[in-house]
């Protein structure tokens, strides 16, 4: 069953702003994922962070994952419009046996 | 090193026809998997492998079929095409073990059942 939902679903925003995406999740997790899809390509992986973990950085990304509310956070900074994209949280749970359970997408159109 | 590579990219069956997505990686990954993605519904697991010789079903396995006789191989097979598998098929894989690398996908490929 999908176990991610990302909100909001949409996001419209001009280049240089900030994006925030989130992501609630309903089962123990092991760690959680964010990946990225362009337009008629696969997804590609962009940040995972682990159950023991707060926050994550990489690059203009960063996560954060608050076990006890459920729930995680995308942000991008300093948008491009090389972002835009659909952005996809997945969460590997507890005795999942490395299966992932994607959310259905937040779409992101950077305006240039 | 090609990552994942899937075959064909698109493909337009007839009801009741069969047909097998192709899917190899190169990189020893031992875990594989096939997703469908349909506009509003992400993405669903079909079948997954932890390895050469083991299959497990997913969240939505009716009429699709998989073996894995490699490392290398994870194919899927539609038995008998139907209109409801009209969807973009991608399939993943990855190390087994916990690290941060996440799944690698191939570029899917685009079915229509007519």
């Known amino acids: 069953s999908q176990q991610g939902e990302e909100d909001p679903q949409a996001l419209s925003i001009q280049e240089g702003e900030n994006a925030t995406m989130n992501c609630s999740y309903k089962t123990s997790i092991n760690n959680l994922q964010w990946y990225r899809q362009n337009s008629g390509r696969g997804l590609v992986h962009l940040i995972l962070i682990r159950s023991n973990e707060r926050e994550k950085h990489s690059g203009r990304l960063r996560v954060t994952l608050d076990t006890s509310k459920k729930s995680s956070s995308l942000l991008i900074t300093a948008s491009r419009a090389a972002d835009t994209a659909s952005y996809f949280c997945a969460t590997d749970a507890e005795g999942g046996n490395n299966r992932l359970a994607f959310g259905k997408g937040n779409q992101v159109v950077v305006i240039p | 090193n090609a990552g994942v590579t899937q075959t064909p990219k698109f493909q337009v069956l007839k009801t009741g026809q069969s047909m097998t997505l192709q899917c190899a990686q190169d990189m020893n990954h031992e875990y594989m998997s096939w997703y469908r993605q349909d506009p509003g519904m992400g993405l669903r697991l079909i079948h997954y492998?932890?390895?050469?010789?083991?299959?497990d079903q997913g969240e939505v396995p009716n009429g699709y079929n998989v073996s894995r006789s490699t490392t290398e191989d994870f194919p899927l097979r539609l038995l008998s095409a139907a209109p409801s598998q009209t969807s973009v098929y991608f399939c993943?894989?990855?190390?087994?073990?916990?690290?941060?690398?996440?799944?690698?996908f191939g570029s899917g490929t685009r079915l229509t059942v007519v």
């Open positions: 993943a894989s990855s190390y087994l073990a916990d690290t941060n690398y996440g799944y690698t």
């Open positions: 492998s932890v390895g050469a010789g083991i299959t």
